[in-house]
């Protein structure tokens, strides 16, 4: 493969890609056959490797084992020893407050606990113009996301669902109007929306879990609320909620 | 001995109290430096100070790292550095007309049968490169997962200029295409 082509595929995968590198890029793809292939097959190895970890390349297993963090399922001392006041803190601060919920606080209905415990996903999408006038991310895009941002749900829901149907294949905006869904109680649709977002590879899939969790729980669907939040909770890559998450779960 | 070297041989002779001390002691500080400079959440940093221990001892083991110029905080510290600028360029990433990046999985029984059929293509694909063995694994965990360019493979992994990374590259790409 010629080293121009090289070049730009190597930006594309590094995601360093100029803008009037992209558009050379889809030029080129365009023209050709070879570098299409050679650009798809080199996706399928993004979807392949996109959930593998380094630690099965460490033959050594004590080696292997020793670079498992501290936290999580996998606490080492380290962690223990230089947390464990805190957590007695944290622990007697939970009895105080339990304690006073429990003389002073009305049981909340199930709803109340979930919508306390949807957290607010910040907008990780970055929008720019790829060079050309047709690549150009479209108005209501901007507009859509804007309410996101606003936290505005209960119009970024219909704006985002608009631009679902417009670009079903971009399952970051799928993502972003199940969020949008739980936000406003609309369960039902946010599983519609999020559940295959949650079976697919995709940057936002482990997080997936959490909000379906939630719009499983505000549709009276327990046992699968507990299990996908079970599996979120578990998940091997970083876990955000997880406080929210184990919260729903122990008082599911 | 000197006292970085130290640090080397007490990783061998006691990985895990090693390591524990750099979970410890380094990863609040890299964790800290990466929260002031360039606003990332802590557990995206929790999870490259991670991989830049798993590289690092992948380095070792494969004889790359022999002599420490630093400490090994510094040494992880200069692995994260290049990982997390993959990982912000990657953030910000916006696909190409028909990029497939991100399969969208339908609904129906046939996008069910065909995410199945997916599934299966890149299990088995991934055995290929898991049959790769190291470094070729690593190399293209850390291009096609991580997206990092060849220069921040050579500084992480201890080769000595992109050119060398991008023909091992190559050869594995070569392998995974013939097999």
């Known amino acids: ?252 | 001995m000197n006292g970085n070297q130290n640090e080397l041989e007490a990783f061998r002779k006691n990985p895990n109290q090693t390591v524990s001390g750099l979970y410890q002691n380094c990863r609040p500080k890299f964790i800290g430096w990466g929260k002031d400079a360039t606003r990332t959440s802590v557990h995206d940093l929790a999870d490259i100070f991670q991989n830049a221990v798993m590289i690092m001892v992948l380095n070792l083991e494969s004889g790359r790292l022999t002599e420490l110029v630093g400490t090994l905080c510094t040494y992880l510290f200069g692995i994260g550095k290049n990982l997390l600028q993959a990982f912000r360029r990657k953030q910000g990433r916006i696909g190409l007309p028909g990029d497939d990046a991100f399969p969208y999985v339908k609904g129906t029984d046939a996008g069910a049968e065909e995410a199945m059929m997916i599934q299966e293509s890149e299990a088995h694909l991934w055995a290929r490169v898991d049959a790769l063995g190291e470094p070729g694994r690593s190399l293209l965990i850390l291009t096609y997962r991580d997206g990092l360019n060849s220069q921040e493979i050579a500084d992480v992994l201890g080769y000595s200029s992109p050119e060398v990374v991008r023909q091992l590259r190559k050869r594995c790409l070569d392998k995974l295409r013939k097999q």
């Not at chain 1, 415990?117 to 895009?141: C, D, I, R, Y």
């Not at chain 1, 719009?215 to 909620?241: F, I, S």
């Open chain 1, 1 to 252: 493969m010629e080293n121009r082509s090289e070049h730009l595929l190597e930006a594309y995968f590094a995601h360093s890609l100029t803008e009037a590198e992209a558009a050379e890029l889809t030029s080129l793809l365009q023209s050709d056959q070879d570098l299409a292939a050679e650009i798809r097959f080199r996706q399928q190895i993004v979807r392949a490797v996109q959930d593998k970890s380094l630690r099965a390349g460490i033959e050594n297993p004590d080696w292997a084992k020793a670079t498992i963090p501290p936290s999580g399922s996998g606490a080492g001392p380290a962690i223990k020893r230089q947390m464990w006041s805190r957590y007695m803190y944290a622990a007697a601060a939970v009895v105080v407050v339990l304690v006073f919920a429990w003389f002073f606080i009305p049981a909340s209905s199930k709803a109340d606990l979930i919508a306390s415990q949807t957290a607010s996903f910040p907008n990780k999408m970055t929008f720019k113009s790829l060079g050309k006038e047709a690549l150009t991310v479209p108005p209501e895009v901007i507009q859509a996301f804007n309410l996101y941002d606003q936290q505005n749900y209960s119009a970024a829901a219909p704006a985002i669902e608009k631009i679902v149907s417009t670009y079903p294949d971009i399952v970051d905006y799928r993502f972003y109007w199940g969020v949008s869904l739980v936000h406003i109680q609309q369960y039902a649709q946010a599983i519609n929306a999020l559940e295959p977002v949650s079976l697919s590879q995709n940057d936002y899939q482990t997080v997936s879990l959490y909000y379906l969790g939630l719009a499983y729980a505000g549709n009276q669907e327990t046992d699968k609320a507990k299990t996908t939040l079970q599996r979120y909770v578990n998940a091997p890559d970083g876990v955000t909620y997880r406080k929210q998450a184990l919260h729903i779960l122990n008082n599911l």
